[in-house]
């Protein structure tokens, strides 16, 4: 690959927020929770992402207890193994999932939960940006990571904490053609060929987990929870940023980046072989020498219960350094691969939390990464 044009800035003692890719060494992240989540009730976005066949439909309320136990077992025992590797680890601070949330414009019954910060804030620079998010359930997750966002604020006097407009969820920002219970998989993909999402463009709308960042640039997805016009929001609020929409046509169900397309360090990533990206938005890539592999299969037939996502969370990896990667422990075929392609790879058990919320990139958001703001695509 091309020789990377480095722009540097000056870390301090006192910087504790500053991380630019997904692959630079971890110094510091946090890993979520699954206290009180729960499965909230049908709305339009959420109705859009769960399969008509999915044990989900219908149901709604807090996660049964031993299930809530379990994936908090295994949540705090990757944050002790990361934190044996001397990476600093933060949780958040549950808020009352069961609480109604009514705003002006829309009610839902009851809310999610804090396992996957992933999806709430983006890490950009020495900025931390708490996404709009586009589900009602999700308006109010940013509170869970205040604490935590509040104390960066005081121990770090470079730290930016901003928040992207909160979004107001009418009716407006959702296609009423994705309410019928009974849309084939076949129109699905027609629709996500031709970019009809879920979301409308009635207003700027983006989920931080589909961000990706790749030094001086970011590459967005265009899908179901971020729409154009929170790509655009994104491309003026970081001035010094290219910033890049990508979506991948074989995904039905266009969610966060993060179990399709997946860096692993400078000139490699993986994607998903179903969800290949499109020749027009390979350029960017190859023209600079990055290899795009597609990603072994996932090592299961399905999700596991009450899970949203699907068996692509194999490649819902978390890059630690860009020689050592964490792998979900049953994920035999993908750990294979990336020991292949030279990696160290970290076993790190997590399936039975994946129902709260997503896999080891899911479940954390990077506060520190050691590098700086590299051009990769000069
Ligand atoms: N779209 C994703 C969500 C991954 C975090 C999926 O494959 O389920």
């Not at 023209?287 to 219960?305: L, Y």
């Amino acid at each position: 690959m091309a020789d990377a044009a480095t722009e540097t800035t000056q870390a301090t003692e006192t910087t504790v927020v500053e991380s630019w890719t997904e692959w630079d060494p971890l110094a510091h992240v946090i890993v979520g929770r699954a206290d009180d989540c729960h499965i909230p009730p049908a709305e339009p976005a959420l109705d859009a992402k769960v399969p008509a066949d999915s044990d989900m439909r219908g149901q709604w309320g807090r996660r049964p207890q031993e299930s809530i136990d379990r994936a908090n077992e295994l949540l705090d025992r990757f944050a002790d193994q990361l934190r044996a590797r001397g990476i600093r680890v933060d949780r958040p601070t549950p808020i009352d999932f069961s609480e109604p949330v009514r705003t002006p414009d829309f009610e839902t019954a009851s809310q999610f939960g804090c396992m996957p910060p992933r999806d709430v804030l983006l890490t950009v620079g020495r900025e931390i940006l708490e996404a709009t998010m586009s589900y009602r359930c999700r308006w109010f997750e940013y509170l869970c990571y205040r604490p935590l966002l509040q104390r960066y604020w005081e121990e770090d006097p470079n730290f930016r904490h901003e928040a992207a407009p909160k979004p107001r969820l009418t009716d407006a920002d959702y296609r009423p053609d994705y309410l019928s219970e009974s849309i084939s998989i076949a129109q699905r993909l027609d629709w996500a060929a031709a970019k009809h999402f879920v979301t409308t463009e009635e207003e700027p709308l983006f989920d931080a987990a589909d961000v990706l960042r790749f030094g001086r640039d970011l590459v967005v997805q265009h899908g179901f929870t971020t729409n154009l016009k929170g790509i655009e929001w994104l491309r003026r609020h970081f001035p010094e940023h290219r910033v890049h929409a990508v979506n991948f046509p074989g995904d039905p169900y266009p969610i966060h980046i993060d179990a399709t397309f997946t860096p692993i360090r400078p000139g490699l990533i993986l994607n998903n072989p179903q969800r290949r990206l499109p020749a027009e938005c390979r350029g960017l890539f190859e023209r600079n020498g990055w290899e795009i592999v597609d990603a072994a299969q996932p090592a299961h037939n399905t999700p596991p219960p009450l899970c949203y996502s699907s068996v692509w969370l194999s490649m819902n990896v978390l890059v630690l350094d860009p020689k050592t990667v964490c792998v979900e422990a049953s994920e035999v075929y993908q750990a294979e691969q990336l020991d292949r392609l030279g990696m160290e790879v970290v076993p790190v058990e997590l399936r039975d939390a994946y129902a709260f919320g997503g896999g080891l990139h899911c479940c954390t958001a990077d506060v520190r990464r050691i590098g700086s703001c590299t051009d990769h695509f000069p």
